[in-house]
């Protein structure tokens, strides 16, 4: 099972937080600002916006699992957010 950290700045253009594999992979994402609505939003592609994806607050935490050929997408309201990820892959 390989493992992957990474932190990532995301902005306003949708960008690929976790890219496709031929298993499934579990994402453990952290929205690593520390201030109020700096809020980072999720989603299943490109097209991911502030208003369709799942909203993942300051200093908070999510877990996704996702399935074989599936990619997570990462988007905010401003420049400059900070998305701890760590992905393990069921390889």
Do not use: C
């Given at each position: 099972?390989?493992?992957?950290?990474?932190?990532l700045?995301?902005?306003?253009?949708?960008?690929?937080?976790?890219?496709?594999?031929?298993?499934?992979?579990?994402?453990?994402?952290y929205?690593?600002?520390?201030?109020?609505?700096?809020?980072?939003?999720?989603?299943?592609?490109?097209?991911?916006?502030?208003?369709?994806?799942?909203?993942?607050?300051?200093?908070?935490?999510?877990?996704?699992t996702?399935?074989?050929?599936?990619?997570?997408?990462?988007?905010?309201?401003?420049?400059?957010?900070?998305?701890?990820?760590?992905?393990?892959?069921?390889?």
């Amino acid at each position: 099972m390989p493992i992957f950290s990474s932190q990532l700045s995301i902005g306003t253009v949708p960008s690929l937080v976790i890219s496709e594999d031929d298993m499934a992979q579990v994402a453990y994402l952290y929205n690593s600002q520390k201030t109020e609505n700096q809020n980072i939003f999720i989603g299943g592609s490109a097209s991911v916006t502030i208003t369709t994806g799942h909203h993942l607050a300051h200093s908070s935490d999510l877990t996704v699992t996702l399935g074989p050929q599936d990619q997570l997408w990462a988007v905010s309201d401003a420049n400059g957010r900070t998305l701890t990820v760590l992905n393990v892959r069921q390889d």
